[in-house]
C-alpha cells in the first residue's frame, strides 16, 4: 500500500515537472538587439527619473560642445553628484544632432572638465555609458580622437572622488572604456559592454559581418558574462525588458542601489579611493 502511494507521488510530481514552463535562455544576439533598441531609456532618462534639479553644463572651453553627452550636477536624496551621460537620438533629426551618441574628442574633453570640477568641490560622479563607439570620422581624428580617450583614462584614475559607472545600453570599445574608468562598473541586465561590435568583431576574424550573431556569442559581451569573469561588479536586473513606459521600477530600484554605492564610498580617504580604482583595473 504504502509502496502504491509512493509511485502515485512520485508520478504526480514529474507530471507537475512536466508542466512547469522552463524560460527560454535568453541569447547573446538576443541581448544586442535589445540593448540597440528605439524604446530603450536613454541618458536623459535615467538623470530625470533618478536626480534631481539637473543643470546642465556644456562645452570643452576648447574646441566646442559635443551633444552626444550631456553632463552637469544633480542630487540625489539630497546629496549633490556630477551626472555625464552618453545620449543617443530617437529619430534621424535627434539622432543627427547626438551623433548616435558617439562622441568626438570636445566630448570626452568636456566629461572630463566636468569630473576635474567634481573633483575640487567634491562631488562623487555617476556616468551613464550607452555608445556604439567613439565617432571614427576624419575631423575626429585631426582633433585628436585618439589622445582625447587615452586622456580620459589617465586622468580618471588619479580623480579622488567616488566614481561609478553604469552601462545602459551599448558599451562599445574606447568610446565606452574613456567614462567607465570607476570604482565599480555595473550594467543592466540587457545591456552590452565589448571591445568592439559583433559586426566588426565578425569582419575582421572571419572577413563577413554577417556573421555578427555568433561573434556575439563568442565575445562574451553580455552582463551575466563579464560579472562571471570579474570585469564589472553588478548587474541591475530587468524583470522585462527596459523601456520608457516600464521604466518606473527599474530606476526606483537603480536609485537605491546608487545610493548604497555612495554611502559605502563616503568619508574613503581620496587617496584610497584611486587606490582601489587602479587595483580593480590591474588585476584585469
Not at 508520478?11 to 530603450?40: C, F, H, N, Y
Not at 585618439?146 to 586622456?151: C, F, H, K, M, Q
Request: contains cysteine; proline residues 4%; charged residues 35%.
Amino acid at each position: 500500500m504504502e509502496s502504491r502511494m509512493e509511485d502515485d507521488t512520485q508520478e504526480q510530481m514529474r507530471e507537475e515537472e512536466r508542466e512547469i514552463p522552463v524560460e527560454p535562455e535568453v541569447s547573446a544576439w538576443e541581448r544586442v538587439l535589445t540593448a540597440r533598441g528605439k524604446d530603450r531609456p536613454y541618458a536623459m532618462d535615467y538623470i530625470s527619473a533618478i536626480f534631481d534639479g539637473f543643470m546642465e553644463l556644456r562645452g570643452d572651453r576648447l574646441f566646442g560642445d559635443d551633444r552626444a553627452v550631456i553632463g552637469g550636477i544633480a542630487a540625489i536624496d539630497k546629496q549633490y553628484v556630477t551626472v555625464i551621460g552618453q545620449q543617443k537620438g530617437r529619430n534621424t533629426k535627434e539622432n543627427k544632432y547626438r551623433n548616435f551618441g558617439m562622441m568626438n574628442p570636445e566630448g570626452y574633453r568636456k566629461a572630463l572638465r566636468l569630473m576635474r570640477q567634481a573633483e575640487k568641490f567634491h562631488r562623487p560622479i555617476v556616468l551613464f555609458v550607452d555608445t556604439p563607439g567613439a565617432f571614427c570620422g576624419v575631423e575626429a581624428e585631426e582633433r585628436g580622437q585618439g589622445e582625447a580617450i587615452a586622456r580620459n583614462l589617465f586622468e580618471m584614475a588619479g580623480i579622488r572622488v567616488p566614481i561609478l559607472s553604469i552601462v545602459i545600453g551599448e558599451g562599445g570599445s574606447g568610446g565606452a572604456l574613456a567614462l567607465a574608468m570607476a570604482n565599480e562598473v555595473w550594467m543592466l541586465e540587457n545591456s552590452i559592454y565589448s571591445i568592439l561590435s559583433p559586426e566588426g568583431f565578425a569582419a575582421i576574424l572571419w572577413k563577413d559581418g554577417k556573421r555578427a550573431e555568433e561573434a556575439a556569442k563568442v565575445m562574451k559581451i553580455t552582463a551575466k558574462e563579464l560579472k562571471e569573469f570579474g570585469i564589472i561588479e553588478k548587474v541591475i536586473p530587468e524583470p522585462e525588458p527596459a523601456n520608457r513606459d516600464n521604466m518606473e521600477d527599474l530606476c526606483a530600484a537603480l536609485k537605491t542601489e546608487i545610493l548604497d554605492f555612495l554611502l559605502r564610498y563616503r568619508g574613503k580617504d581620496p587617496q584610497e579611493l584611486v587606490e582601489e580604482r587602479y587595483e580593480r583595473f590591474r588585476k584585469m
